[in-house]
């Protein structure tokens, strides 16, 4: 039996593909796994959640400030942050029918949780005492080989130039957060900021994930907004509610998403320096699963990088002069998870008369496509004219699109299909009227608004 939602699942990729948000990689060579593009709608999509974010968490803030460092650093970072010895996908063969599962996704499904952080023995613990309650996926067995753990790193022969790969690796950041931990002190010393404060930064990451499952869900490239707080250890407690708040109103009042389709997930089975995590989880069409994590990281990191690198990261409060290593409250999230989830959250089918029509009713300032201009017709070059020439005034504040093809009906749909929030027609009247009619996605009410008046119209629609 195919359920149903599996069903709205595989129409949503499709949907993705067939109207450019999401492609398949190097589909022309018969695909690529795990590794996706992003089309020309799925771009705007992309950096319009990006601006968000960033606005909200960077802009919007006097105790936060960005960050953009590089993909590649010194692989001393990834010892030092447990990466080479630590990071890894546990994985373990079912002894029936010799298929391999990801142990934490066998937990999942048992309905226990491990943090992907957790070392061989710790993962190997908590798998040993819930042997009854996981199943092999494809045959029910419940006996397993031991978990074995395979490293999530990417290596590469950047500045390797000795033909031998395994040789002193260079690593694709694996998280982007590591590139603010070796920043602190940079950022301390060049900008004003003092603890309490926050760092952003948005930036590609890179897994070698064995099971890259449910479309952009999981890849193995992928782009992370992280974002570490850095406080007084007796003020741990009282910021990690303060961000977890944050946090939570953001996909709510920010992104639009319903609340009924987000909750929270406490975990349970904590790795051992983290004093407290909870993910936010999306209800997606295969079920609630995380989005964004929201960790008490303790003062493990700075400790960490402070040890490995002989730097010391400690910090001294101006004030006081009391010198204490700082605790990071952090809040992880996948930009191209919550490009899934506003596409699943905003896809919408709708009856109108004998007619469906699919409308993708995203966050207006979410929308790939801000304002569609038509002229009725094709043929008819003053109405040609006319609608270029607010085409043009437009585009300078607005992503527009400039749509004469087919008729009105059909030039509708293809933009509701897009989220795009208002479609603007240059009609005959509007030779004579000066005026337009502009349609919306929503409710599908159109109204004459004169033209001379439309920026002032749509700066208040999308304030
Ligand atoms: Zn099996």
Known sequence: MI??????????ISFCKRRGFVFPSSEIYGGFSAVYDYGPYGIELKNAIQAKWWQNMVHNREDVVGLDSAIFMSPKVWQASGHVSGFSDPMAECKKCHTRSRVDHLLEEAGVFADEKMSESEINKIFDKNKDKVKCPKCGSNIFSE????????????????????????????????GIYINFKNVLDSSRVKIPFGIAQVGKAFRNEITARQFIFRTREFEQMEFQYFVKPEDAKKQYKRWKEERWDFYVNELGILEKNLRWHKHENLVFYAKEAYDIEYNFPFGFKELEGIHNRSDYDLTQHSKHSGSDLSYTDPRTNEKFMPWVIEASVGLNRILLMVICDAYTKEKIGDEERIVLK?????????????PLLKNKPQLVKKAKEIFDKLKTAWVCEFDDNGNVG?????????????????????????????????TMAQERVAIDQLPEYFSQKFS
């Open 3 to 12: 359920d149903k939602n599996e069903n709205r699942f595989e129409e949503i």
């Open 410 to 442: 059909k030039r509708y749909r293809r933009q509701d299909e897009i989220g795009t929030p208002y479609c603007i027609t240059v009609d005959f009247d509007s030779l004579d009227d000066k005026a337009v009619t502009i349609r919306d996605r929503d």
């Open 362 to 374: 995203l966050e207006k300032s979410l929308a790939p496509v801000k304002i569609a201009v038509f």
């Open 147 to 178: 978990a074995k753990s395979f490293n999530l790193l990417v290596k590469s022969n950047l500045g390797n130039f000795t033909g031998d790969w395994d040789k002193e690796p260079t690593y694709l950041r694996g998280e982007t957060c590591q």
